[in-house]
């Protein structure tokens, strides 16, 4: 089971705060157990946004976020995600970063991503999310650079990357060029600016 809490509402708020419309996609699968992603807590969300002034067009519940394979998919749970100009996953990383191969809006997650918490029955996503403890994956468009560059670079590409591939593993795309293209499809080339200071690894 993949082991998320929940990011304080502040925090959710200061993420979406150039967005609205905004559609809830939960996790009926590990976030439902720890409580940061279930019916109560989308719910709980949906009424948390209304009151801080955003619009809700509507939320899913899916198996699992991560599992999620197509929009239609999607559309077949709740057709109102058509009429969503952004979306926020209640899951883990893989679960954001899943949707976001999915669909064509920015795409934000609620929470933190802290481990796999002992053994898992599905498939590990790690190479969309190594469940670093503080999520930043909203801010790069649902594509994570610790996951995806082998260097772990947040602030743009390093000098190696060659016709858009990555140096270090010649056959991958360098996320960076991903990153770049995700970010201008979806109008936030604005969150390119954003200086990103070196994770903590530590234990606090
Ligand atoms: S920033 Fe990346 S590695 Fe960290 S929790 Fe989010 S998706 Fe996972
Ligand atoms: S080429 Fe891109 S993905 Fe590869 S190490 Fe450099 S920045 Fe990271």
């Excluded at 394979?69 to 749970?77: E, I, N, P, W, Y």
């Excluded at 994570?144 to 590409?157: E, F, R, T």
């Excluded at 604005?190 to 200086?195: C, G, K, R, V």
């Amino acid at each position: 089971m993949i082991i998320t809490s929940a990011k304080p509402l502040e925090e959710i708020l200061a993420l979406l705060k150039d967005e609205d419309y905004i559609f809830i996609i939960g996790c009926n699968v590990c976030a439902a157990k720890l409580k940061t992603g279930g019916e109560p807590e989308v719910l709980e969300m949906c009424k948390q946004l209304e009151k801080s002034g955003k619009h809700v067009v509507g939320w899913a519940l899916p198996t699992a976020a991560c599992s999620i394979r197509s929009f239609d998919s999607l559309v077949q749970k709740n057709e109102k995600i058509t009429e969503a100009r952004c979306i926020l996953v209640m899951g883990c990383g893989s679960g954001v970063s899943t949707v976001a191969s999915v669909t064509e809006v920015p795409v934000f997650g609620s929470n933190e991503t802290l481990s796999l918490g002992g053994s898992s029955g599905g498939k590990l996503l790690s190479d969309q999310c190594i469940m670093c403890g503080k999520c930043t994956i909203g801010e790069f468009g649902g594509l994570c650079p610790k996951a995806q560059c082998p260097k772990g670079l947040l602030n743009g590409p390093c000098g190696g990357v060659v016709d858009g591939m990555c140096e270090v593993n010649r056959e991958n795309d360098c996320v960076w060029t991903l990153i770049y293209n995700r970010l201008k499809k979806i109008n936030r080339l604005d969150l390119l600016y954003t200086i990103h200071a070196p994770q903590e690894h530590g234990l606090k």
